[in-house]
Nanobody, 124 residues
Framework: QVQLVESGGGLVQAGGSLRLSCAAS????????MAWFRQAPGKEREFVAT???????TYYADSVKGRFAISRDIQNMLYLQMDSLKPEDTAVYYC??????????????????WGQGTQVTVSA
């Protein structure tokens, strides 16, 4: 049974930092592209960042570039370091896995597995 479980969310003041983690289990994800998405109340789910299976390439949404960093390790863990947080970063954050490493990495439809999400709240 494939599972993605996020953790690390919470309440933080603007300008602060959080580190999200995603534990993948049920199969080896080393060849899968992995990503973070987020969804704010009343808004559609949006792409945040992705990392290739090898970990050599990363891509970010313009809104988080320079503030967030995605990484992964060989133990099926995915991370999102979030610095200089802003109130507009408030959302539920989801990790996702893509078996084929699609070039359409910003599209949620290409991802095969999803976690249940972790809430991040940034106060002004």
């Amino acid at each position: 049974q494939v599972q993605l479980v996020e953790s690390g969310g919470g309440l933080v003041q603007a300008g602060g930092s959080l580190r999200l983690s995603c534990a993948a289990s049920g199969r080896t994800f080393s060849s899968y592209a992995m990503a973070w998405f987020r969804q704010a109340p009343g808004k559609e789910r949006e792409f945040v960042a992705t990392i290739t299976g090898s970990g050599e390439s990363t891509y970010y949404a313009d809104s988080v570039k320079g503030r967030f960093a995605i990484s992964r390790d060989i133990q099926n863990m995915l991370y999102l370091q979030m610095d200089s947080l802003k109130p507009e970063d408030t959302a539920v954050y989801y990790c996702a896995a893509d078996r084929t490493g699609s070039r359409d990495y910003m599209q949620s439809r290409v991802y095969d597995y999803w976690g249940q999400g972790t809430q991040v709240t940034v106060s002004a």
